[in-house]
């Protein structure tokens, strides 16, 4: 694969996880929302559904542009040429059967986008599941321990990735309420939130120990080599926003919600903090889209 083309691959491929991510974590904002029923959750429960819909079609639209790219690789084709390429490694193999299921999938979970998230999340599921199958994961066959780890991997990245920067750059951008059911509605929300991102946490703390396990040979991997190199920036990024996070929740949360999520300078570094996490993860994103494509140690792809 060339330079050029290996990078826009590396590209697409962010810009779908963070569409996905994004689309994740909008279903489950607007399931938090319709929990309460108050001006303040009413209007960001409409933008919650708009964001998901943006997701969704920024989502359809890399995974396909994923899939041509990949052909075009496979192939060593130019990519303007790789239309029949496109449709036989859709119909002939293994990695194209994955993606149409995939793809499937993620257009069940674009169209079933409501009030209630779980045939969204469902339909996703579906989804983070092939994408493993087309991974360093699928290895050991399509129906293993390892292969479910990087799928529940993948589930609870976009959880967290997607609910922070939904949160962050969406439902909690301004305030405008005035009444105290807007002010319960938030206080709600936030707990939500935080409770999902400390649960989706712990999750791909174990299971990414569990890959790293699996793909590295010892720690001498992490360095001085791609894969242990992008490995590592990775894992700096996400430790600084589970640290921004914990920061959040254990030193910031509780007297603002202690006095009914009316203190400005509270809610405001409670935003600031927020962005700042969502802007590590969208790095860390970025570096699992090169990690993906990178064979470990020991390993060719």
Same mark, same amino acid.
């Given at each position: 694969m060339g330079s050029g083309l290996e990078t826009t691959h590396h590209l697409v491929t962010a810009l779908l996880n963070l569409a996905v991510a994004v689309l994740t974590g909008a279903t489950l904002s607007r399931s938090w929302l319709s929990r309460e +029923?108050?001006?303040?959750? *009413? @209007?960001? +429960?409409?933008?919650?559904? *708009? @964001?998901?819909?943006a997701a969704a079609v920024v989502a359809l639209a890399a995974d396909a542009a994923w899939l041509w790219l990949e052909s075009a690789a496979m192939a060593e084709v130019p990519v303007f040429d790789a239309g029949s390429a496109t449709w036989t490694m859709a119909t002939s193999t293994h990695l194209g059967m994955a993606w149409c299921i995939g793809f499937a999938g993620l257009t069940v979970a674009a169209c079933a986008f409501g009030r209630d998230g779980w045939p969204t999340i469902a339909a996703l599921a579906v989804f983070w599941y092939t994408r493993s199958m087309a991974s360093h994961a699928a290895s050991d066959g399509d129906f293993s321990v390892r292969l479910l780890a990087d799928c529940i991997h993948l589930g609870l990245t976009s959880l967290w990735v997607g609910a922070?920067?939904?949160?962050?750059g969406i439902i909690l951008r301004t305030a405008g309420e005035t009444t105290s059911a807007d002010r319960r509605a938030r206080a709600s929300y936030v707990t939500s939130l935080s409770d999902a991102a400390t649960i989706a946490l712990a999750g791909i703390v174990v299971t990414g120990l569990y890959a790293?396990?699996?793909?590295?040979?010892?720690?001498?991997?992490?360095?001085?080599?791609?894969?242990?190199?992008?490995?590592?920036?990775?894992l700096l990024l996400v430790a600084v926003a589970a640290l921004l996070g914990g920061f959040n929740r254990l030193v910031v949360m509780p007297p603002w919600l202690a006095d009914g999520a009316t203190r400005p300078a509270l809610s405001s570094r409670f935003k600031r903090i927020?962005?700042?996490?969502?802007?590590?993860?969208?790095?860390?994103?970025?570096a699992a889209a090169w990690l993906a494509s990178t064979a470990p140690p020991g390993e060719h792809m």
């Open positions: +029923r108050c001006p303040w959750a *009413d @209007v960001r +429960r409409r933008r919650a559904r *708009d @964001v998901a819909v922070v920067i939904v949160s962050g790293t396990w699996r793909n590295l040979r010892g720690i001498g991997d992490l360095i001085g080599n791609a894969y242990g190199n992008t490995l590592v920036a990775k927020l962005w700042i996490e969502a802007a590590s993860l969208t790095g860390a994103v970025v």
